[in-house]
């Protein structure tokens, strides 16, 4: 039964009137008259008394005109779930980011693009190797990931759009409460950390532009280890060690005295931010989205 047909059965209910009815429909009498054969032709039976002067609505009818009316709200509502959710789809944009920058970042990137309304973004976290495996088989529209500047980026012959969005930096911070024990420990040329693994993208940083420059003046301790940003920021703040996490990550708890960044003492460095998408954007919105990205940064896309 198709929304129109119950709303012309409704017009009739209402109006009382063949008549008034087309006109409320905006439609002919004539035509009004046919629409109305055609679902006679399609329940199966007559609708209308037509023996009667004005034609009116045999009882059965009217006696199911509360069906009639859920039926119809029922269909109208479904009619415009289903233009709701092609919509979503059609405007949905899916970024991966890795940990650290979806607590930092990437949710201005999340408010720039919904204050725009038309659309539907979801973010994914994971590890940096997981967003590049996610933007190869098109699970996602766009990865946010950190990038160093002493690391090879490898080459892309054209296979991937980027550019850089944000610098942010690296920074060793310690329990403010327990800085005493720091500084006992360091005069002795040690230093407990909170390490990341060696085969993760921050192990590989901290390893090679952090731990080289101390190693042979001070002695490591490796208390803890995690892979998470988010994992080491607590870790940190229960006095288990010194920890390099992106400033934006510490910086609440540095303004409020419960950590210290040592980056007088221990050697920090620089992380960029970049935004990478695959070079043949899938959808006119996954071209608009990443025009609104990139207008709120000073590189130009590479």
Request: net charge negative; hydrophobic share 40%; with cysteine.
């Amino acid at each position: 039964m198709r929304l129109e047909w119950l709303e012309d059965i409704l017009a009739v209910l209402e109006t009382g009137s063949f008549i008034r009815a087309a006109e409320q429909r905006f439609l002919t009498q004539p035509a009004f008259s046919r629409r109305i054969r055609l679902i006679e032709d399609y329940v199966g039976v007559e609708l209308f008394d037509r023996s009667k002067k004005p034609v009116q609505l045999k009882q059965s009818v009217i006696d199911q005109q509360q069906n009639i009316q859920e039926l119809a709200a029922g269909l109208r509502e479904l009619r415009n779930e289903l233009k709701r959710q092609a919509l979503e789809t059609q405007n949905r944009i899916v970024i991966a980011s890795q940990h650290a920058i979806t607590a930092s970042v990437a949710p201005s990137l999340v408010r720039r693009l919904s204050s725009r309304g038309e659309f539907n973004t979801r973010l994914r976290t994971a590890n940096r190797d997981e967003c590049y495996t996610l933007l190869m088989t098109k699970q996602v529209d766009f990865i946010l990931i950190h990038h160093s500047d002493s690391e090879q980026m490898p080459s892309h012959d054209g296979f991937f759009e980027q550019f850089d969005l944000d610098q942010e930096r690296f920074v060793p911070v310690y329990a403010t409460r327990e800085l005493s024990r720091f500084r006992e420990e360091y005069s002795k040329g040690d230093v407990s950390v909170v390490a990341y693994p060696a085969d993760s993208f921050l192990g590989q940083v901290v390893n090679r532009e952090i731990f080289s420059h101390i190693w042979r003046a001070t002695t490591i301790h490796k208390k803890a280890e995690t892979a998470l940003t988010l994992a080491a920021l607590p870790l940190t703040l229960a006095g288990v060690g010194v920890a390099w996490l992106p400033y934006s990550i510490a910086a609440s708890d540095l303004d409020n005295g419960k950590l210290t960044d040592l980056s007088d003492i221990l050697p920090s460095c620089e992380l960029t931010i970049m935004a990478i998408r695959l070079n043949d954007p899938a959808s006119l919105s996954n071209d608009a989205a990443w025009n609104i990205i990139a207008s709120h940064t000073s590189q130009k896309p590479q």
